[in-house]
């Protein structure tokens, strides 16, 4: 007999069971454990409310999974299950077969599905597998007998039907569940009603926020409480707040935003957009950290001398794996800044990114030393700068040596331009063939990305689209592929490149 005929004959079973809905009903308390997902998948697929209620009634597990089944979010579904939990919460003596305390909302629970099933369920690709013992440290909480997860996105003025019927039914039931969600992003949303989900939300449980919305800075730091209190946040991410004017800038205003970060003790990962806000005092939020960061990503906005060199010497970017000043405007003075940050963390550092930072030559080459001591660097992006093809030699030899650099993005080079700023066709070929020529020398197997926009003249990202040119036995297989097939996806979304590489034969 195969391993699949027993798992088929639960399913059939389970089909068999729910043509007599009210006897099925009545026998959940002798029906074997086995039985028990094969039937709550079928009376899900099949909208048999009252079997629902009664099986999360009698749910011989400690967590339920229903997020795993749906696709999209289904109001009939989620009100049979919380009906179930109500008369759960009214008991004073549980079944003896129920052990439920977790439902599970989120789109994850699909091994536990697929188990009982025997089969696939059918989800999106982008669906994350979690185990069904995730949680389990949290279920002792004597005033949290029942805890719901759930993925909150905030984006739209109104909530949908599905997350206004759930909000409210945990608001009624206060303190007795527990509403957790590891995962919040928070998009142009109303305050009030932030300020009202939050109220009902375990904060202790995010784990990752992300923030992007057009506030004021004072709106940022009366919502600042809130973020001390996701004491388990580990990435943060927030963009967008507005550059006050001068007159309305207070200070109290930065001093209640960083200070919070003294109670985030798991943050890793911190991606700050546009925070024109710390110009000038970054030392305040760095002075804050609790640990040492992984990932540090401070764009668009303006650093000052003192701020790059608080940054260079914070002992918790000293572990930096990756590090992005995509747009920071390098107005620093002293040479020495931007390569002694760089040698604070060339020990650990895979990827840096220091697109569209007005980097020229002279800050390129001070650079050049710190840069060729990153030996754990594998993606570096300096697109959008406007540098020389005497400069872009003495780099691409200084990080020959590099062992593990496989993404290389860098801009046309300014010989490439006329003295009005327009790109010169025949120049750009001339300057491919030289940088090839480079790379014939180095004499090992490397590719580089030449990009086009933006344009390090004026920003613009739509004035020229060439054909990726490949040279080389990768040829064979790149010629005719894709767009959205060709290499490093998550750092061309906005580009067009063109693509010099060598491959050598090894005899």
């Known amino acids: 007999m195969s391993v699949r005929n027993p798992l088929r004959l639960l399913n059939l079973a389970g089909k068999s069971l729910l043509t007599d809905e009210a006897l099925t009903i009545s026998a959940l308390e002798y029906l074997p454990i086995e039985l028990f997902p094969p039937l709550f998948m079928e009376a899900f697929c099949g909208r048999h409310r009252k079997t629902l209620k009664a099986l999360v009634q009698a749910w ?58 025997g089969s696939s369920v059918h989800v999106s690709s982008s669906s994350s597998m979690v185990p069904m013992a995730e949680d389990g440290s949290r279920i002792e909480k004597p005033l949290a007998p029942f805890e ?27 303190p007795f569940i527990h509403l957790c969600c590891k995962k919040l992003k928070i998009v142009s949303f109303p ?53 006050p004017d001068p007159e309305e800038w207070d200070e109290q205003h930065i001093v209640k935003i960083t200070s919070q970060f003294l109670r985030l003790h798991h943050l890793q990962d911190l991606h700050l957009e546009s925070p024109f806000y710390l110009g000038g005092c970054l030392d305040q939020m760095l002075r804050c950290l609790m640990k040492p960061l992984d ?31 995509t747009g920071v405007t390098m107005t620093y003075t002293s040479p020495e800044l931007l390569p002694a940050l760089l040698e604070k963390v060339s020990a650990t550092l895979q990827e840096l990114y220091l697109e569209q930072s007005g980097i020229r030559d002279s800050h390129l080459e001070a650079i050049l030393p710190a840069l060729s001591h990153c030996f754990q660097l594998t993606s570096f992006s300096l697109r959008g700068n406007l540098l020389s093809m005497p400069i872009m030699e003495k780099m691409l030899r200084h990080t020959s040596e590099l062992p593990s650099l496989s993404r290389e993005l860098y801009p046309v080079l300014q010989e490439s331009f006329s003295s009005q700023g327009i790109l010169q066709p025949g120049r750009l070929a001339q300057c491919r063939t030289e940088l090839l020529e480079i790379l014939k020398d180095l004499g090992r197997p490397r ?42 996806p998550t750092l061309t979304s906005h580009c067009d490149f063109d693509l010099i590489s060598i491959r050598e034969a090894m005899t």
Not at 451 to 469: K, V
Request: aromatic share 8%; charged share 15%.
């Open 60 to 117: 011989p597990f400690v967590r339920l999974p229903l997020g795993g089944l749906m696709q999209t979010p289904h109001l009939g579904t989620l009100q049979a299950v919380l009906d179930g939990l109500d008369v759960l919460l009214t008991q004073k003596d549980r079944p003896r077969k129920c052990k439920l305390h977790v439902l599970d909302l989120r789109n994850s629970g699909q091994d536990f599905w697929r188990m009982w099933s």
């Open 191 to 243: 305050m009030d009603n932030i300020m009202n989900v939050l109220s009902m939300v375990q904060l202790d449980c995010i784990q990752e926020l992300h923030v992007n919305c057009t506030w004021h800075l004072s709106t940022l730091a009366m919502i600042a409480p809130l973020l001390g209190q996701m004491s388990n946040v580990q990435k943060l991410f927030v963009s967008h707040i507005h550059l």
């Open 148 to 174: 719901v997860f759930t993925e909150l996105h905030l984006k739209e003025r109104t909530m949908n039907e599905f997350l206004t019927y759930l909000l409210k039914w945990v608001e009624e039931r206060d």
């Open 447 to 488: 590719t580089i990305w030449i990009c086009f926009t933006p344009c390090p003249h004026c920003g613009d990202n739509t004035f020229y689209h060439p054909e990726p040119i490949i040279y080389g036995v990768i040829q064979r297989a790149a010629v005719g592929m894709p767009s959205s097939r060709l290499p490093y």
């Open 295 to 325: 990932n540090l990503s401070i764009t668009h906005c303006l650093l000052r001398d003192s701020d790059l060199t608080h940054l260079s010497q914070s002992p918790n970017i000293s572990q930096l794996k990756s590090l992005n000043l």
